[in-house]
C-alpha cells in the first residue's frame, strides 16, 4: 500500500495503537516512492520490512541509499525485519552478509 492509503487507514482506526508495516520490496515493485511514503508515514511506522526479491540488499531493484536515507531522515527507531533471499544456498552467510549491508547503509 502506499503512504496515503497506510494513512486513510490509520487515520480511520484513531490510535495511536495501530501504525503500519511497511514493506520496502514489495512496494519498489509495485512503482510506488518509497522514500517519499517513509517520509509521509514519519511518526505512523510500526516496522518497516527489507526484502529486494532473489538479490542480496543493495543489489536488486530496491534503491537503498535513497530508502535508508529517508529512515534516517525522520529518525526511525522500530524495527526493521530482513526477509531476504538466499543467493549463494549458504544461509548463515547470506543473512550476515544482508545484515551487515543493512548496518552500514543505515550508518550503524
Known amino acids: 500500500m502506499s503512504a496515503k492509503q ?7 482506526i484513531g490510535s495511536d495503537a495501530v501504525g503500519a508495516y511497511y514493506d520496502i ?16 508515514l514519519k511518526g505512523r ?5 527489507f526484502k529486494d526479491g532473489s538479490s542480496f540488499l543493495g543489489e536488486g531493484k530496491v534503491k537503498m541509499e535513497p530508502v535508508c536515507e529517508a529512515i534516517k ?3 526511525y527507531k522500530g524495527w526493521i525485519v530482513l526477509e531476504t533471499s538466499c ?5 548463515v ?3 550476515k ?3 551487515d549491508y543493512s548496518r552500514k547503509v543505515l550508518g550503524l
Do not use: F, Q, W
Not at 497506510?6 to 480511520?12: F, R, S
Not at 520490496?25 to 509521509?40: E, H, Q
Open 6 to 12: 497506510y494513512l486513510e487507514i490509520l487515520d480511520k
Open 25 to 40: 520490496g514489495n512496494s519498489t515493485n509495485k512503482g510506488l516512492d518509497v522514500p517519499a511514503d517513509i517520509r509521509a
Open 45 to 49: 511506522l510500526s516496522m518497516i520490512h
Open 73 to 75: 531522515a525522520i529518525d
Open 87 to 91: 543467493p549463494t544456498k549458504d544461509t
Open 93 to 95: 552467510a547470506d543473512c
Open 97 to 99: 552478509r544482508n545484515a
